[in-house]
């Protein structure tokens, strides 16, 4: 056997046969010695890409045109694409060279893998040693509660062991408790935590990979990862002697103080590396433009009555639901092709939508006062409302849902947080007990990125922002002017940088405020015709859905 076809053999020229080739042909995917580049070249059926050898793996064909390579990056796309594709159907897009986008890319690779070592994943590590700590003062406590309890009932005889018996019994409950709740978070993040070491693991292979399709195909996780868990606090049951009286033992033996899990709210989300550069900020463009316009046709209320466009939510950068003013709620892709449909259970058009973390659809029903859940084309009522009419919904990032309702006599409003099918908090006055918002009519609701509560009140004329704990933080009334106009909000949505958008349909244009409710700047230079619902998707495009046109806008405000 040829000792040069053995499996010891080193790299040689394809063409020639001379050993340890320097350069490589990434189109072709063959070694090339430097004399045999020319003959290879002269084969003119596709393109070459000849490199060194060391540069392999960094040239890819495009998936449209075979015979082309990708030169180019299409950041509105986020695909590879040759010359050929940018000059036709991605002409007028945003490019990057390729090998500066996978230079790039490999940057922030990189900064992941430094973020998840010495950030991310000792702060992880901090929280599982906490409650280490909490559950040894657990046990510490227990055990000295157990003795007071014991020798104080040494002084009773018999007539206590059972009052005793019941203390300690309610004594490892709370223990118990206290520590399924520990026990379950400390799973938890140990679970996070070997999830971000396998992270670890596949970034440094990246760092290591030529294959241009791998890395460019790389998604962040350090986002979700900097969502720390919240900190549990335990405070610790007491035993309170009483002075013994054998006619009032019962009550005079003593009890535990009722025991309480309080969440330290010690920042739930760490800051990205450098996040105060502006790098990690998306500033505001200073001609907003349409990037897609879609066509809703199918809407038919079949009363006779003019066809409305409501409400609108991103599923996805790609598909996007709506409802109207019919019973019919619709996925639509990009293109405006119909996805998929799902009629109310009650047979009117729902009074809001929402999307889930998990990609479900939640929809309020007023007619039948019910929450419900679209799992494919399925709908299962969750919450059945009694006295109050559910009006608007948004979904929170710890998959709650926030519910705007109106009484049945519409003389209150509030706002109602679920966590699952519990109620969970009730958010109707501020702090001298007057109501927050008007006692009627649509009020469409946002989670902003702080957490706060976004409430466009369509009545009142302002948008109502209070804190997770449901204090009110400011209302906006509209910009400052010197000819004051009517402000009417109508839909409401929240972007990255925790900037409110916020409808005005009578006087069609879109405000935009800050977190704190200082005027940024309007959008109205889209042709806006009676916005209504308005979504913002991954990458902080906006969609507006044009009430009376039953038209979406895909608009990019933003860099």
């Known amino acids: ?54 540069k392999r793996g960094l040239t890819t064909k495009c998936q449209k045109h075979s015979t082309k390579v990708c030169e180019l990056y299409c950041e509105e796309c986020d695909i590879s694409i040759c010359a050929t594709c940018a000059s ?3 002409k007028g897009h945003e490019f990057t060279e390729i090998l500066k986008y996978f230079e790039d890319k490999k940057d922030a690779i990189q900064k992941d893998l430094q973020e998840l070592q010495k950030s991310i994943n000792p702060n ?20 000295k509660l157990t003795s007071a309890i014991n020798k104080h009932g040494e002084n009773l005889h018999t007539e206590v062991d059972i009052i005793i018996k019941n203390l300690i019994s309610n004594l490892d409950e709370m223990d118990l408790k206290q520590l399924a709740v520990l026990n379950k978070q400390e799973n938890e993040i140990k679970l996070t935590i070997s999830e971000i070491v396998q992270c670890t693991t596949d970034l440094e292979k990246l760092l290591n990979s030529n294959d241009i399709n791998l890395v460019t195909a790389y998604k962040s996780r350090n986002t979700e990862f900097r969502k720390l868990p919240p900190k549990l606090k335990v405070s610790l049951p007491s035993f309170t002697p009483q002075k013994i009286n054998k006619e009032q033992l019962y009550e005079q033996f003593g009890s535990l103080s009722s025991f309480s899990m309080n969440i330290e709210a010690h920042k739930n989300t760490m800051d990205a590396p450098g996040a105060d550069t502006s790098a990690s900020y998306k500033s505001l463009i200073d001609e907003p433009r349409i990037v897609k316009d879609i066509i809703v046709k199918d809407i038919n209320t079949g009363y006779g009555i003019q066809n409305y466009l409501r409400s609108v939510s991103c599923l996805s950068d790609e598909h996007i639901w709506t409802s109207g003013s019919d019973s019919i709620m619709r996925l639509y892709n ?19 939508i929402a999307v889930t973390e998990s990609g479900y659809l939640v929809y309020t029903d007023e007619e039948d006062r019910s929450i419900n859940l679209v799992k494919t084309t399925d709908v299962q009522k969750l ?35 679920y966590s699952g099918l519990k109620e969970k908090q009730t958010i109707e006055f501020n702090d001298k007990g007057q109501p927050l918002y008007s006692a009627c009519d649509i009020k ?54 925790s900037r409110i958008l916020v409808a005005a349909c009578d006087n069609p244009r879109i405000h935009v405020i800050d977190q704190d409710g200082q005027f940024l700047c309007f959008i109205d230079n889209c042709d806006l015709q009676c916005p209504w619902g308005l979504s913002v998707d991954a990458r902080d495009n906006l969609f507006v859905a044009e009430s009376t046109q039953c038209k979406l806008k895909k608009i990019k405000y933003c860099n």
């Open 383 to 417: 919450i059945k409302l009694q006295g109050w009419k559910p009006l608007n919904v948004c979904c929170t990032s710890s998959d709650d849902l926030l519910v705007v309702m109106n009484s049945d006599d519409n003389q209150k409003a509030k706002i109602v947080r």
């Open 88 to 90: 036709s159907e991605h």
């Open 124 to 143: 992880y590590q901090e929280i599982v040693s906490h409650i280490s700590v909490q559950k040894a003062d657990l046990n510490k406590n227990s055990q």
């Open 444 to 497: 469409y609701i946002k989670e902003n990125k702080n957490l706060d509560i976004c409430v466009a009140d369509w009545m009142a004329g302002a948008v109502v922002v209070v804190n997770q704990s449901g204090e009110l933080r400011f209302t906006f009334t509209g910009p400052p002017s010197s000819t004051k106009r009517s402000f009417k909000p109508y839909g409401i949505t929240t972007d990255s940088q």
């Open 1 to 54: 056997m040829d000792p040069r076809r053995s499996a010891q053999d080193v790299v040689r020229c394809q063409l020639c046969d001379t050993p340890v080739p320097p350069l490589y042909c990434g189109i072709c995917h063959i070694h090339l010695c430097k004399a045999c580049v020319g003959d290879h070249l002269l084969d003119e059926s596709t393109e070459h890409r000849v490199v060194p050898f060391d």
């Open 334 to 352: 990009m293109q405006g092709e119909l996805m998929k449909s799902v009629k109310t259970r009650s047979g009117t058009w729902p009074g809001d």
